[in-house]
């Protein structure tokens, strides 16, 4: 009998460890995006771009002073940051504890942060635009996660309300797939290699830092999701596509040149 409870506990335990190994693989992007590194090799040395962007996006949307706009993936929210300096209220939400921690040292009456995934409900009704930079999308397991991320950001937008989401071109990225680089940020180096398959985009991140003891090694997972599947997903939760453009400087969007695919959506409330 002892034997046989033994092998029953070494069971229970063999599967709990297999569960939390297949979770923490399904979940990378938790550890990876809470990594000051993460920030280093993606953030440090593009904050003009981003400040650019969002000048540019303004001019486009010209949102009314004071609206009530959501950044969903929010990160540190220099994005937020960016947009509540010119008058308008911004909610940021990420699952990423440090990042949430740290942007909540920059709120504000007019910037608020919140630790939250987006597959879960939000605020309902409640904004005029909600928005999701730098392909901050695309890291989960299923097609229905994708779609509840994309019911969360359709149910917190009012009637008439405006979603733009910043995703890859997987056309262009298909063919500039750069397969091996190396990046040096300050003494760290960065070894990175990529390969895509017929529904993914891979990444493995090297990093090699003097201050370390043994280097770390970060792995990324993005769907390639096409306009047309964006397109299908928010038509599905009531969000209509008004524009489309191929590059922070919004330009038109070719399908084979252009290296982004920023979408401007509407929620349209259809009377029953």
């Given at each position: 009998?002892?034997?046989?409870?033994?092998?029953?506990?070494?069971?229970?335990?063999?599967?709990?460890?297999?569960?939390?190994?297949?979770?923490?693989?399904?979940?990378?992007?938790?550890?990876?995006?809470?990594?000051?590194?993460?920030?280093?090799?993606?953030?440090?040395?593009?904050?003009?771009?981003?400040?650019?962007f969002?000048?540019?996006?303004?001019?486009?949307?010209?949102?009314?002073?004071?609206?009530?706009?959501?950044?969903?993936?929010?990160?540190?929210?220099?994005?937020?940051?960016?947009?509540?300096?010119?008058?308008?209220?911004?909610?940021?939400?990420?699952?990423?504890?440090?990042?949430?921690?740290?942007?909540?040292?920059?709120?504000?009456?007019?910037?608020?942060?919140?630790?939250?995934?987006?597959?879960?409900p939000?605020?309902?009704?409640?904004?005029?635009?909600?928005f999701?930079?730098?392909?901050?999308?695309?890291?989960?397991?299923t097609?229905?996660?994708?779609?509840?991320?994309?019911?969360?950001?359709?149910?917190?937008?009012?009637?008439?309300?405006?979603?733009?989401?910043?995703?890859?071109?997987?056309?262009?990225?298909?063919?500039?797939?750069?397969?091996?680089?190396?990046?040096?940020i300050d003494?760290?180096?960065?070894?990175?290699?990529?390969?895509?398959?017929?529904?993914?985009?891979?990444?493995?991140?090297?990093?090699?830092?003097?201050?370390?003891?043994?280097?770390?090694?970060?792995?990324?997972?993005?769907?390639?999701?096409?306009?047309?599947?964006?397109?299908?997903?928010?038509?599905?939760?009531?969000?209509?596509?008004?524009?489309?453009?191929?590059?922070?400087?919004?330009?038109?969007?070719?399908?084979?040149?252009?290296?982004?695919m920023?979408?401007?959506?509407?929620?349209?409330?259809?009377?029953?």
């Open positions: 009998m002892p034997g046989k409870v033994n092998n029953q506990l070494s069971d229970i335990l063999f599967t709990f460890v297999k569960s939390i190994k297949m979770e923490s693989a399904q979940t990378w992007f938790k550890d990876w995006f809470n990594s000051h590194y993460y920030y280093q090799l993606y953030f440090k040395r593009d904050k003009k771009e981003a400040a650019n969002i000048n540019k996006l303004v001019s486009y949307l010209e949102p009314p002073q004071n609206s009530l706009m959501l950044d969903v993936g929010c990160g540190r929210g220099r994005h937020s940051i960016d947009l509540a300096s010119k008058g308008f209220d911004v909610t940021g939400i990420d699952l990423a504890e440090d990042s949430i921690r740290q942007a909540k040292e920059k709120e504000n009456e007019h910037l608020h942060f919140f630790l939250h995934d987006m597959r879960l939000f605020w309902i009704n409640y904004f005029d635009y909600a999701n930079f730098f392909t901050s999308f695309g890291y989960f397991n097609r229905r996660e994708h779609n509840n991320a994309i019911r969360t950001i359709s149910e917190s937008l009012k009637p008439d309300g405006v979603f733009v989401i910043d995703y890859f071109n997987v056309h262009f990225e298909e063919d500039h797939l750069v397969r091996e680089s190396e990046l040096e003494g760290v180096i960065y070894y990175i290699t990529k390969w895509h398959n017929s529904t993914h985009f891979y990444k493995k991140i090297l990093i090699k830092d003097d201050k370390l003891k043994a280097a770390l090694e970060y792995h990324e997972k993005v769907v390639k999701f096409s306009f047309g599947d964006f397109t299908e997903m928010l038509a599905y939760h009531q969000m209509q596509v008004q524009e489309v453009f191929g590059d922070y400087n919004f330009e038109n969007y070719d399908v084979k040149k252009s290296p982004r920023i979408i401007v959506a509407k929620k349209i409330v259809r009377k029953t």
